[in-house]
């Protein structure tokens, strides 16, 4: 007999994804949507985040755009209590945002750490300080997936603060796990490796080269799609990761295996 599989996990499920309006965060709004979950598409770039709520729309999903600039605390929570509002309470909070500029340490500045380390690092805690709290007062459990990156697992050259933010966000994600286990919410980490994005773009322009080299070492042969990563994160979001927590999966074609 044929497994009997649950194409709508998420149905009845409001999420909110940081950083949704392209790359990454956009195919993981997508899959939630599919998944049957209402999807909060919060970002700083509020055309294109807009966009992308119009077409979850057409697509028979709830979806709002939200302005959100993670880098502000009080911007996560008024995200957080229009969300509540028009979509009804979180169940799901997807750490997406991400931005860095590739570039050896000793020729950054304490302006440029600032920067990074407030959209990457202080980003999360902003986004997890605003909403966990509405999932404890519910009661009703809770998903945090924050997208890290395996720069933090394992290094990578040109983005030492960037990859200190993101193994912070790892440590971060473990300690928070245990601190709200208790109210049955799961917090897990995804690493994604090279994935195709503006992001990657953009840091690694006029280095074509090395990009094409590095997707000759990775073992499933290609940089990663966006698409590559929402399967990931939808299984922590969903009841189907009901026991993991505190967990980091890289999703990068085998380009890293540390343990
Ligand atoms: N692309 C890669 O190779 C790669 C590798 C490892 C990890 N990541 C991580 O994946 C995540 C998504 O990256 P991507 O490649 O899709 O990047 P991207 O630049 O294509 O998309 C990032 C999104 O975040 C939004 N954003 C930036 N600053 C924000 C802020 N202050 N508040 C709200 N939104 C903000 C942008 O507007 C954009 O829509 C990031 O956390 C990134 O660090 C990416």
Excluded: H
């Excluded at 998944?35 to 700083?44: K, T, Y």
């Excluded at 590739?102 to 920067?115: I, N």
């Excluded at 109210?183 to 195709?196: L, M, S």
């Amino acid at each position: 007999m044929a497994t009997q599989m649950n194409l709508k996990r998420l149905e009845s499920k409001v999420a909110i994804v940081t950083g949704g309006a392209q790359g990454i965060g956009r195919a993981i709004s997508n899959r939630l949507a599919a998944e049957g979950a209402a999807v909060a598409i919060a970002d700083i770039q509020t055309d294109a985040a807009d966009k992308v709520a119009a077409e979850l729309r057409a697509s028979g999903a709830r979806s709002i755009a939200v302005k959100l600039d993670v880098t502000s605390f009080d911007s996560a929570n008024a995200a957080a209590a229009r969300v509540e509002r028009e979509l009804g309470p979180l169940d799901i909070l997807i750490n997406n945002a991400g931005w860095d500029e590739l570039k050896p340490f000793v020729a950054t500045t304490p302006e440029f750490w600032d920067r990074v380390i407030a959209i990457n690092y202080r980003g999360v805690l902003n986004c997890c300080r605003a909403i966990v709290p509405r999932m404890q007062a519910r009661g009703a459990g809770g998903k945090i997936v924050s997208i890290a990156s395996d720069a933090g697992r394992v290094g990578s050259t040109g983005e030492a603060v960037y990859a200190g933010c993101k193994a912070a966000i790892i440590g971060f994600s473990k300690t928070l796990a245990r601190e709200v286990a208790r109210n049955a919410i799961n917090v897990n980490v995804v690493c994604p490796g090279p994935t195709e994005t503006a992001l990657l773009k953009s840091a690694m322009a006029g280095r074509e080269g090395v990009l094409a080299a590095m997707a000759k070492g990775i073992p499933l042969r290609r940089l990663g799609q966006p698409e590559d990563l929402a399967g990931a994160v939808a299984f922590f979001a969903s009841s189907d990761a009901d026991y993991a927590t505190g967990q980091v999966i890289s999703v990068s074609g085998g380009l890293t295996m540390a343990g």
